[in-house]
């Protein structure tokens, strides 16, 4: 997926703008889809694509799981404790929860959901290396839709930013 401008991302209409004002937007990637038809929502989108949007290649899998490895040995992965900081799901107002498709904190895979709006879904994980949200938006244009996936992380402690570089 190709890397755009966290402005032409800021410009969008999404929650996630407000919802998390403060937490800085680390990258954000798009690709261009085809228009088979008006109102294509990310929830259908999302179900369509199934597991095949992203299925990493064998040397990424390969990747992935020595960093999973090394996670569960050095405990990384363990959500902090008590005193770390709070879900993002915490941000959440009463028309934030009503409008939602799924309840916050719903496991979906590593990440828990925080809310999956008709267009627009925002999830996160919590340990020990970072806080991290994934916004994952579908925009319809007159002759496309335009799959947006933004990356936010919280630094939760020195670590983090060597972590994330």
Do not use: C
């Not at 800085?24 to 798009?30: E, I, N, S």
């Not at 228009?35 to 992203?54: H, K, P, V």
């Amino acid at each position: 997926m190709p890397q755009v401008s966290a402005r032409e991302f800021e410009l969008l209409p999404l929650r996630v703008h407000a919802f998390l004002a403060g937490v800085p937007l680390h990258d954000v990637w798009a690709v261009d889809l085809p228009r088979a038809r008006a109102g294509i929502t990310l929830d259908e989108f999302l179900r369509a694509a199934s597991n095949r949007l992203f299925t990493p290649s064998p040397p990424v899998r390969m990747l992935l799981d020595i960093r999973l490895f090394v996670g569960r040995l050095f405990g990384w992965d363990r959500e902090p404790a008590a005193s770390a900081p709070a879900t993002f799901a915490t941000r959440l107002t009463a028309a934030d929860h009503s409008r939602s498709l799924a309840p916050a904190g719903t496991r979906d895979g590593l990440f828990r959901v925080v809310y999956r709006f008709e267009n627009e879904q925002l999830v996160e994980l919590i340990n020990r290396t970072a806080h991290a949200a994934a916004l994952s938006a579908l925009v319809e244009t007159a002759s496309a839709y335009r799959f947006y996936l933004g990356v936010y992380v919280r630094r939760v402690g020195r670590f983090t930013p060597l972590y994330m570089a």
